[in-house]
């Protein structure tokens, strides 16, 4: 053969042989489809949801889910009404703060329901402090509700004192259950 026949067959083979090589045969298209199948699986496994017709959720699926997932936590949160506060103090403890949150989120999603905020103190101090003091901590979680969006229409503050404890016994325990702010819708 001679240099120049060989160039030629050279150049027709080269990219018969790439093309070739490149391409995939009928097995090797099976073999990624139970390869890609088996690689769902798995990942239905790690998510635990493997098995039924809602095996793989949809992103609108998975928005819903967790909305509701939120719903169901914050009415959780909203079963807690109760406030408790440090002796002589109208300072909202940061515990509290998830807790008035879900109520405030409540609140401005439900623009036609009210809450009454109550204030109360120990029976230590004039009857007197006590109304002011327990007023102090009705307004401070209503102000807390209203920096958190809730509109100041649908809150409305009382304060009992001393009136309404919730344990009569004169130990530290029932001084501390006494003096809260509790809301009431």
Known sequence: ????????ALALALPILTLTACGTTGEDADSSAATNKAGSAAAQA???????ANAVLSPAQRAAKLKEEK???????????TINFEFDQARIGGSY????????????????????V????????????????????????????????VSSSQIS??????????????TESAFAA???AVLVY
Do not use: W
């Not at 001679?2 to 160039?7: I, N, W």
């Not at 936590?73 to 079963?79: E, G, N, V």
């Not at 109360?120 to 009705?138: F, K, M, Q, V």
């Open 46 to 52: 790690t998510d635990g949801t493997a098995g039924g």
């Open 1 to 8: 053969m001679q240099p120049s026949k060989t160039l030629k």
């Open 97 to 116: 703060f998830e807790m008035l949150e879900a109520h405030a989120i409540y609140l401005s999603e439900n623009s036609g329901v009210k809450v009454r």
């Open 157 to 170: 503050v009382v304060s009992y004192g001393e009136e309404k404890p919730l344990d009569r016994s004169r």
């Open 71 to 81: 719903r169901k936590q914050q009415a959780k949160l909203r079963q807690s009404t």
């Open 178 to 180: 006494n003096r809260r």
């Open 118 to 149: 109550e204030g109360h103190a120990d029976e230590r101090g004039t009857p007197e402090y006590n109304i002011a003091l327990g007023e102090r901590r009705a307004k401070a979680v209503a102000r807390h509700l209203e920096n958190l969006g």
